[in-house]
């Protein structure tokens, strides 16, 4: 009861249009107080993963109680999506939700289920943090970066339309009241965490406006950090260090669409989707994990799915929480079971099934 | 005449064979060339003018190291030198004059100023020029090492709307839209240019990169001109593919790629991307071209001069600036002479004794020139 009243009292009026996410979950770890997550399994692979998740948690012992929620069949008016009015409501209770691969429904008449995720709870960040698993081999070891990228509006505002036949023009929106939001976020993530440098990544040289609106409110928020680095970086010159010496990145923050492709590289410079963990913040301190890989039908239901990454997710999410030693203890579990290699899935190149591997993350806690 | 005869001359009283462009002969290794020769028309020795712009930074070293080069060589070109900065409010007339003369320009990087005031003059010229099509050529250099092999990429970029077309307004204060136009005129013949090119040069496949699930309109028009153009070459592969999982790809399987299309912005990126995996933006040389004219510059990233440190300590690399200068030289019609180029400058980076600190080695601009002209057959 007073969690949440201290909840909702801590989302400050929107002053000089800044919206201030609460810097910090303020779940105190009282003990024996059970937290009640929202959890979507999703489609394909997702129940299997979400399995693991949960034994894991249980193994872990950690005071987390799902409410398990599944995309419907049909169409919810109230939410003109598959995701019924109840999920939606469920996550802004708790403010705190895990997600696993959903498949988006080709047709008409609904909304995707990413874009109502995102429009209904106001998830504006999307934090990937991209870490070299030690012991597994990629071209790239020294990967410690996170990308943080703003989620609403830039390029993806959808707002397209046809002047005349075979012209067609595409809005790109930077408002300022966003920028701040998603560079504040950057900003407090960079120091709650222990990070020492900060960049903007953009185009500003040919976008002036846009991306220069974009620039000045990360200006703004940076002087306020004096302790945390600053820097901006045209994105072409991000793109080119990253592939050549990505050790170079602490944080990375960034407008939608280089965030998107920006965040997409740093994965596939760790070894792909597959084992990048991802967190949507939203506003009044929703903190949405997820999986961002695919559903992958072809191998569901076999237990040979890889739940590295749902697991990295939901290591965030404890994070977010406040629960760092189990989340340290998880965390560590998993890359102990992976950098020994005797317990890998299919995808890194092993032949373990998903239950073992769980079984193997289990056991190193 | 003396100046076709004595690199002529050279050859025949050459002591050993210089390395054949054309490994694969049987006859190689024994004499210097047994290929069919290229027969110029009478006059096509011509010296033919280009304009060189040195441009920012490390531009007025790099070009510098090209012009030693083409002379040593005794190329058939010569330079109408202009001095262009990145903070000037316009191109000088006279220098697009020069251009459309000569219809070919070699420049180094102008720096645009960040965040204000002054647009982009490489943006600028490409538009006043029409120069639609954006080149890089990504490919492994025998001896750089990468982490990635088999990379031998093409990126076309449409150069003229798209992303880069500087149309932004503030709607009220706080809020600023940026417009990203696509004709169908413009993809069409980008499109047209990108399966041209696969044809001319025996490349396999095009892949068209773009953000088609999100931006519907935009990128379905380009998509479909595409895919009009496709019909057209049945010889060579068409696939698409959205441009966060190409930049992934590129990290992680990078010989899947053969020539891309793409509009203006992703093309930056995934132009810098390809660049870097095989080797950075100071080896990979590119070029602008259009209906007219062309411009041959740094592949990726052209904006980028480096900083102060190098400019002072003269450590620029003029590798990239030399091969692109080599893809000027195939594009006037004096394939030896960018034979030549090519491979002397390839020599010098597989023995690795003179590289600079992009490349991991200590050399100035200067000794690496210097290895170059040393090197040419």
Known sequence: ?365 | MARRSTPLLRRLLAPSPSPSPYPSTPLAGAVSRRTVTYMPRPGDGAPRGVTLIPGDGIGPLVTGAVRQVMEAMHAPVYFETYEVHGDMPTVPAEVIESIRRNKVCLKGGLATPVGGGVSSLNVQLRKELDLYAALVNCFNLPGLPTRHDNVDIVVIRENTEGEYSGLEHEVVPGVVESLKVITKFCSERIAKYAFEYAYLNNRKKVTAVHKANIMKLADGLFLESCREVAKKYPGIQYNEIIVDNCCMQLVAKPEQFDVMVTPNLYGNLVANVAAGIAGGTGVMPGGNVGQDHAIFEQGASAGNVGNEKIVEKKRANPVVLLLSSAMMLRHLQFPSFADRLETAVKRVIAEGKYRTKDLGGTSTTQEVTDAVIAKLG
């Not at chain 1, 901006?232 to 260090?241: A, F, G, L, S």
Request: proline letters at 5%; hydrophobic letters at 40%; aromatic letters at 6%.
């Open chain 1, 1 to 365: 009861m007073a969690l949440r009243r201290l909840l909702q009292g801590s989302v400050l009026p929107r002053v000089a249009g800044r919206a201030l996410a609460p810097a910090v979950a303020p779940f105190s770890t009282e003990s024996g107080e059970t937290i009640r997550a929202t959890l979507f399994p999703g489609d394909g692979i997702g129940p299997e993963i979400a399995e693991s998740v949960k034994q894991v948690f249980n193994v872990a012992g950690v005071p987390i109680e799902w409410e398990e929620h599944y995309v419907g069949t049909e169409v919810d008016p109230r939410t003109e999506s598959f995701l019924t009015w109840e999920s939606l409501e469920s996550v802004r209770r708790n403010k705190v939700g895990l997600k696993g691969p959903m498949a988006t429904p080709i047709g008409k008449g609904h909304r995707s289920l990413n874009l109502t995720l995102r429009k209904e709870l106001g998830l504006y960040a999307n934090v990937r943090p991209c870490n070299s698993l030690p012991g597994y081999k990629t071209r790239y070891d020294d990967v410690n970066l996170v990308t943080i990228r703003e989620n609403t509006e830039g390029e993806y505002s959808g707002l397209e339309h046809q002047v005349v036949r075979g012209v067609v023009e595409s809005l790109k929106i930077i408002t300022r009241q966003a920028s701040l939001r998603v560079a504040e976020y950057a900003f407090h993530y960079a120091k709650a965490n222990g990070r020492e440098r900060v960049s903007a990544i953009h185009k500003a040289n040919i976008m002036r406006k846009t991306d220069g609106l974009f620039l000045k409110c990360c200006r703004e928020v940076a002087e306020k950090y004096p302790e945390i680095q600053y820097e901006e970086v045209i994105i072409d010159n991000c793109c080119m260090t990253l592939v050549k010496n990505p050790v170079l990145f602490d944080v990375l923050v960034m407008p939608n669409l280089y965030g998107d492709i920006i965040s997409d590289l740093c994965a596939g410079l760790i070894g792909g989707l597959g084992l990048t963990p991802s967190c949507n913040i939203g506003e009044g301190g929703i903190c949405l994990a997820e999986a961002v890989h695919g559903s992958a039908p072809d191998i569901a239901g076999k237990n040979l799915a890889n739940p590295t990454a749902l697991m990295l997710s939901a290591v965030m999410m404890l994070r977010h929480l406040q629960f760092n030693d189990k989340a340290d203890r998880i965390h560590n579990a998993i890359l102990q079971t992976i950098a020994e290699g005797k317990y890998r899935t299919a995808d890194l190149g092993g032949k373990a099934s998903t239950s073992e591997f769980t079984n193997a993350v289990c056991d190193h806690i």
